[in-house]
């Protein structure tokens, strides 16, 4: 059988891709213990692709009870070796208002009280990863290439802060996280992109903007709805299916 071309790992609104085809169920259990829920491995653009759904298929999981070192182990088990993560965020400046598609290129970790490391179990031997540039050159490269041959917009390079959830934040932390450089803000981000990093997986972030952050938009009073970002990420996700076929 061929290797995984690519795992995919779905945030928020996306709980399955719909084009992949001959898909096989399979239900890894691993040394962290159990992924968020099945992977599913079919066929995609004549490539064999992996999915999983981060917050499981029924979006069980709040963002720090994910067991994040489950989902990327079951995935590197079953072979892959480089992963998509889709996240849904909101927008903090100006490039990034809803229903935009981006490759960010930097992060900052606002999390805490999350499992962050491999090494955490004692006796482990501990290593300290560079993370100076948090998401795979090459992989985010191809990434957008690929956007750029299926003609679908991509914002290249931004800047994600990952903060705690469940709760969205308040207009005074979407403030500083602008003045810290911050251009989305999502739940998901980490500790997944530095556990890849440890596993030693390729890894980039597909961030789909959702909303704007709290006071972040032109109506600084707009109350952020569930069905607002829904609606937001099934018109952003339109453009996806092409996007991972072309990459
Ligand atoms: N904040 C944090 N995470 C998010 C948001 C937000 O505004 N929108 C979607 N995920």
């Given amino acids: 059988m061929d290797p995984i071309a690519l ?19 399979l239900q890894p259990e691993t040394r962290f213990g159990t992924p968020s829920g099945p992977v599913r491995v079919g066929r ?19 963002p720090h009870r994910i067991n994040y070192r489950a989902n990327l182990v079951a995935l590197q088990q ?33 999390t805490w009280g999350r499992v962050s490391t491999i090494c955490e179990e004692s006796g482990t031997e501990v290593i ?24 679908v917009a991509l914002v290249d390079g931004g800047c994600y802060g990952a903060t ?10 979407i403030a500083r996280m602008r003045r810290d450089g911050c251009d989305l803000v999502g739940m998901t981000g980490m500790p997944e992109a530095a556990l890849a990093r440890e596993l030693g997986l390729d890894y980039a ?5 959702a909303n704007w952050a709290a006071g972040a938009g032109p109506d600084p009073d707009e109350v952020i709805t569930l069905q607002d970002v829904l609606d937001n990420v099934a018109a952003a996700s339109e453009g996806l299916p092409a996007l991972l076929r072309a990459l």
């Fill in 78 to 110: 079953i072979g892959a070796t480089r992963v998509l993560a889709l996240n849904t965020v909101g927008g903090i400046t100006e490039r990034f208002g809803p229903r935009v598609l981006a490759c960010p290129d930097q992060l900052i970790d606002y």
């Fill in 205 to 209: 972030c597909l961030a789909i903007v």
């Fill in 164 to 173: 705690q959830g469940p709760r969205l934040e308040t207009r005074a932390e």
């Fill in 7 to 25: 795992a995919v790992i779905g945030g928020t609104g996306l709980y399955r891709l719909a084009d992949l085809a001959d898909v096989e169920t």
């Fill in 128 to 151: 300290h990863v560079d993370f100076g540039e948090p998401y795979t050159r090459a992989l985010r490269r191809e990434v957008i290439d690929a956007a750029q041959r299926a003609n």
């Fill in 44 to 62: 995609l653009a004549g490539h064999r692709v992996a999915f999983l759904a981060r917050h499981g298929e029924g979006h069980s999981l709040p």
